[in-house]
C-alpha cells in the first residue's frame, strides 16, 4: 500500500505534514491523509469534452502535471481537428509531456473514436443528460470524474423531479461517489466513478458542512445569495450569454428552483446535527468570465458566536491548501482566487442578533469544477493530491 497524502504544503508555508499519529477526531471524520493501493507511475487519461470550458481547463491544468498524459480529447463538433483550432491558448508545444512522450495525443475525436486500451482514467465534461449512457458505455475498468451532475443525487426520486428525466444509469448513480475532495478523500480515493461536486454547491458547502457539523449554526433558514461568472454556463451559444446581454448589467435566475438545491440540502444533511437543512438560494449571472461568491445569511445555535464560527472553520481548514479562512475584519474577492484551485471564505457580525453572514469565494472552473476534478482523480490514482493544482491566483 501506498499513501495518497494530503496536499503537499509547499516549504515555509509553516503547516507541517499531518502523520497518522496526530489524527484528532475531527480528522477522523474527514480524514486529510488516504491508504490507497500502490500510486502507478504515470496514468493516461482521456478528457471527454474537451472543446467546452471545464474540458479545456483539465486540459490546462494536465499540460504540466508530471504523471498524467492526456491521450485522448473529444469534440463532436470539432472531431479530427488539432486542440489549437478550437483552443490556441493549449498549443502542443504548451505541453510537458510533448517532447518527451510521442504518445501524447492533442487531436480531436467523437467519443465512439476514443481508444480505450489505451487510456486508464477519464475526465468526463460532457453537458448533464448526456452523461449517463456515455459513463455506463465505459469498460468497467476506467476511473472515471464525472464533472456533470448526473451522478450527484443519490435519491432516483428527487433527480427525476428535478432533472426532468429517469435516471438511466441508477446501479451507477448509487455506486458514484460524491467528490467533494477536502471531506469525502477516504471515500474519493478507493472509488471507480467520483460525481463531482457542482461549483455553486462547492462553494456553499465548503463552509457550511463544519458548522453545521459542530451544530453551531441551525439547519432551517439559511439563505444564499450566490453569483456566478459566465463561463459557468458552458461554451454553448445562447443568445442570454452574449457580451451585449451581459456586460454592465446582472441578472438573477433559477429563483426557488435551481437545480443545485437539492444537491446541496442532501450533501448538508448528511452532516446536520438538529434536522433538516432548508435553503433559500438565488443565482445571479455577472459579467465576468470566471469566479463565484456565495453569501449565505445564517442563524447562530444558542449560546454561539461570529468567533465561534469563524474559529471552527479556521481549525477544519489549518491543515488545507486550498481552503483559506480570512481573519476578521478582512473580506474575499473573486480576484483572490482567478485561476486557482483555492477557495477564501469570511465570516461577520450580522447587524441582526444572532445571525452571522459567511462569504466564500471559489474560481468557478477551477475548485469549482476541473481543479477539483484533478484533485480527486490525484487521489483516486494515488497520486499526491495537489499535483499539477499549485497555480497562483492571476490577477489583474
Ligand atoms: N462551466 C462551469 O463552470 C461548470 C460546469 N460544470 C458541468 O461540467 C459539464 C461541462 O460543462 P462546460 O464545460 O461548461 O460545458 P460546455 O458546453 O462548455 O462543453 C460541453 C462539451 O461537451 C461536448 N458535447 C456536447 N454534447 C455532447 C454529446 N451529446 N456527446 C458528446 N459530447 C458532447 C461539447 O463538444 P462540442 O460542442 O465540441 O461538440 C463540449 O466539448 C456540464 O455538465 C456542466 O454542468 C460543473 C461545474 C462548473
Ligand atoms: C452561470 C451558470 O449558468 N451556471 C450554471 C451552473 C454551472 C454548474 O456548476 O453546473 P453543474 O451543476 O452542471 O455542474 C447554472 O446555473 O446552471
Known sequence: MAFAARPRLGGGRGRGATGEGDLGARQAIFPRRVRVAAAPEQAQVAVLGASGYTGAEITRLLALHPRINVRAITSERSAGQPFRTTFPHLRESF???ESED?????????????????????????????????IAGLPQSKKVVDLSADFRLKDVDVYAQWYGAAHKAPDLQREAVYGLTEFKRQEVASARLVANPGCYPTSIQLPLVPLLDAGLILPEDIIIDAKSGVSGAGRGAKQSNLYCEIAEGMNSYGITSHRHVPEVEQQLDEVSKSG????????????????????????MAAGATVADLRARLADQFQEETFVHVLPEGEIPHTRFVRGSNHCVIGVYEDRIEGRAIVISVIDNLVKGASGQALQNMNLMLGFPEDEGLMQIP???
Not at 433559500?280 to 469566479?291: A, E, I
Open 95 to 97: 505541453f510537458k509531456s
Open 102 to 134: 510521442a504518445t501524447m495525443n492533442l487531436t480531436l475525436t467523437k467519443v465512439e473514436d476514443v481508444e480505450w486500451d489505451q487510456v486508464d482514467s477519464v475526465f468526463c465534461c460532457l453537458p448533464h443528460g448526456t452523461t449517463q449512457e456515455i
Open 276 to 299: 433538516p437543512v432548508r435553503i433559500s438560494f438565488t443565482p445571479h449571472l455577472m459579467p465576468f468570465s470566471r469566479g463565484m461568491q456565495s453569501t449565505m445569511y445564517v442563524k
Open 394 to 396: 492571476m490577477f489583474p
